[in-house]
T-cell receptor, first 112, second 112 residues
Framework: GESVGLHLPTLSVQEGDNSIINCAYSNSASDYFIWYKQESGKGPQFIID?????DKRQGQRVTVLLNKTVKHLSLQIAATQPGDSAVYFC???????????FGSGTQLTVLP | DVKVTQSSRYLVKRTGEKVFLECVQD?????MFWYRQDPGLGLRLIYFSYDVKMKEKGDIPEGYSVSREKKERFSLILESASTNQTSMYLCASREGGKETQYFGPGTRLLVL
């Protein structure tokens, strides 16, 4: 079946640097994508989403890029802060059932 | 802001016990979901509900049942808990016709 995967399971960045977290998806019919942040012991927190008719969407310090040609999604975090340390995972949605398929996540660690 | 609450953050139960996990959302959302989250496996959908008294099986419904008697409340029931049901359980809700799911804080269940 279709699945959503991540290129790297862990990512370490220096405080103040920009972070880029990648996600590959395999279902070309997916039309909606979402990024969640999950801190240790907590539930996933919505960060940003994007529909397949867009290539880029910006939020506060975050940008999501969608490349449908290579079925790739990325989350960019500007000026990474210690509070950004968490697991980030993407999810895709397709079909009439509108169910999300989740990736396994990338652990982001912000170094002082 | 959407608020999804779960009745317990941590639970310890014994094999064979009947376990109830409660989830409440305060945004009048039609759709509610139960997932379990395990290391390396990501989020897997157990059951979901599109409306009061309605329920649909997700990807891994075996050993679970659900109840949705009121719109704001979605309960997950483990009829006879087993050790392989030790996991983090996450509830989510979603407004009808929208894609974004909002998660609760999670219940970490340990079955001994």
């Amino acid at each position: 079946g279709e699945s959503v995967g991540l290129h790297l399971p862990t990512l370490s960045v220096q405080e103040g640097d920009n972070s880029i977290i990648n996600c590959a998806y395999s279902n070309s019919a997916s039309d909606y994508f979402i990024w969640y942040k999950q801190e240790s012991g907590k539930g996933p927190q919505f960060i940003i989403d994007i529909r397949s008719n867009m290539d880029k969407r910006q939020g506060q310090r975050v940008t999501v890029l969608l490349n449908k040609t290579v079925k790739h999604l990325s989350l960019q975090i500007a000026a990474t802060q210690p509070g950004d340390s968490a697991v980030y995972f993407c999810a895709e949605m397709s079909g009439s059932a509108r169910q999300l398929t989740f990736g396994s996540g990338t652990q982001l660690t912000v170094l002082p | 802001d959407v608020k999804v609450t779960q009745s317990s953050r941590y639970l310890v139960k014994r094999t064979g016990e009947k376990v109830f996990l409660e989830c409440v959302q305060d945004m009048d959302h039609e759709n509610m979901f139960w997932y379990r989250q395990d290391p390396g496996l990501g989020l897997r959908l157990i059951y979901f509900s599109y409306d009061v008294k309605m329920k649909e099986k997700g990807d891994i419904p075996e050993g679970y049942s659900v109840s949705r008697e009121k719109k704001e409340r979605f309960s997950l029931i483990l009829e006879s808990a087993s050790t392989n049901q030790t996991s983090m359980y996450l509830c989510a809700s979603r407004e009808g016709g929208k894609e974004t799911q909002y998660f609760g804080p999670g219940t970490r269940l340990l079955v001994l």
